[in-house]
């Protein structure tokens, strides 16, 4: 390190890493609450204190490594207290520990302009301590709050989070690079100009990750606005699929009424006794069906059943819809909807009536939720990559249904596996179970 400048006090660093994970935390969605919380953060608070304080006389090549475990304390500091996705977590330790550094550095570099001399009472310099830590820090809380979900649920892909560790890192390293060695071509000479680089670096990574953060909001409302439009598309797709609805229960109801005039004509007890065992039937066939426990699922299901029907297909269907039930109605719509459409195209395409067979099912297996499409499939399946070889002319476009399935369900967590069983085509879908922590 350099010796030009006295380093900031590790007390003083492992304060700001604090004071930073509580700004982050405040607004999230809490798994620990009450004294739980308070307890478990002032033990966060002890222990990142006496890990910096005894890293302290270190050789300069465990630095970094003692960086990156401080900043690893702050994961499990923010992850533990929070419901959040591991991705989540990691995302806001970024953002917490590049505002500590940049709060830090500030203080610090004001503290060092008052005393130049290093002559300061410690009340002095407890008092400047936590004018402009309390300052900054409620500024940085005022700004955020407005902009973090209460669950935090942004939907950080790896990518992303990537992305926001490679501009921590590079936000990290060049604020500090001066610390190391004066002789790069990007280190500051005299001591005020260190300090205003490393202050300055530091204030300019956390405004990019702030600018970040709100860009990542307009494509969460953006997202949310095509939801609702697609919803709303749903609403008229089921208004037309009521009509046909009626269209069919019309031609069902002329049925009966011709095999009622069967019925009193018909004199074999034998005879008559089966015609009403068809009748009841039939009738128990639009009683029992999709009542899963789901209403999004069971209307899903119906309008596919009647499309089915009106086809020639058969379309059965075992499922816990209760088991969705924390599953956003677009990506059960998603889901259900795309992988019911592949197989009903695919279906059509069958010559023998009998043989266009599509089942479903939903059901817990082992803490997870399996989703199984199946229907009956000719030839041999062949892959390109882990999506079917498409049969249309327009490959450019093929598997966007199956790429939208497996987008939703790995918000989730989940996986998706294609394969075939016999004569089978079967789509399995793997969730976890999400079980609700207790505080």
């Known amino acids: 390190m350099n010796s030009v400048l006295p380093e900031i006090p590790r007390m003083y660093t492992a304060l700001a890493e604090w004071f930073a994970c509580v700004v982050y935390i405040l607004p999230l969605k809490k798994q620990l609450k009450g004294w739980s919380l308070i307890a478990f953060s002032c033990g966060f608070f002890i222990v990142q204190a006496l890990f910096l304080m ?21 994961f499990f500091f923010i992850y533990t207290s929070c419901n959040i996705s591991i991705q989540e977590a990691g995302y806001f330790s970024v953002r917490a520990f590049v505002a500590a550094e940049f709060v830090a550095s500030l203080e610090w570099q004001v503290h060092v302009f008052i005393w130049q001399d290093g002559h300061a009472s410690v009340l002095e310099e407890i008092l400047l301590l936590f004018l402009i830590y309390g300052a900054s820090f409620a500024i940085i809380w005022l700004l955020e709050k407005r902009h973090i979900l209460e669950d935090g649920k942004l939907n950080i892909k790896p990518r992303e989070l990537w992305s926001t560790v490679i501009i921590g890192a590079a936000v990290f390293g060049i604020s500090n690079l001066s610390f190391i060695s004066t002789q790069t071509p990007f ?17 300019g990574g956390f405004a ?21 439009h697609n919803i709303l598309q749903h609403q008229y797709s089921q208004y037309q699929q009521s009509k046909e609805s009626i269209e069919l229960i019309n031609y069902k109801y002329h049925d009966l009424k ?67 039930d924390d599953t956003d109605v677009i990506d059960i719509c998603t889901i259900f909807g795309n992988a019911l459409d ?3 195209e695919y279906e059509q395409r069958i010559e023998e009536a009998e043989k266009r067979l599509i089942h479903v099912s939903v059901f817990e297996q082992k803490g997870f939720i399996m989703i199984r499409f199946e229907n009956y499939f000719e ?10 070889v498409t049969t249309k002319t327009d490959t450019f476009n093929h598997g966007y249904g199956l790429k939208s399935i497996r987008y939703s369900v790995e918000k989730y967590g989940g996986v998706v596996s294609i394969g075939q069983q016999d004569n089978w085509f079967e ?11 207790v505080s």
């Open 342 to 344: 592949n197989a009903i």
């Open 187 to 203: 280190s500051g000479q005299y001591a005020q100009e260190i300090l205003n680089i490393r202050t300055l670096v530091d204030l």
């Open 54 to 74: 005894l890293t302290k006389n270190l050789p300069i090549y465990f630095w970094i490594p003692c960086m990156i475990a401080a900043i690893g304390m702050m």
């Open 427 to 437: 789509l399995k879908i793997l969730i976890p179970i999400k079980h609700k922590s």
């Open 379 to 388: 030839g041999k399946l062949e892959l390109d990559g882990d999506l079917p």
């Open 208 to 228: 990019i990750l702030y600018a970040y953060h709100i860009q990542r909001n307009e494509l969460r409302i953006r997202h949310e606005l095509k939801a609702v």
């Open 258 to 324: 011709n095999q009622i005039i069967a019925l009193r004509a018909e004199e074999d007890t034998e005879k008559r006794n089966a015609y009403l065992k068809k009748m009841e039937d039939e009738i128990k066939f639009f009683e029992a069906q999709n009542k899963t426990g789901n209403h999004v699922l069971d209307t899903l299901l119906a309008s596919k059943n009647m499309y089915c029907i009106k086809n020639g297909i058969t379309l059965t269907c075992v499922a816990d819809g209760s088991l969705l």
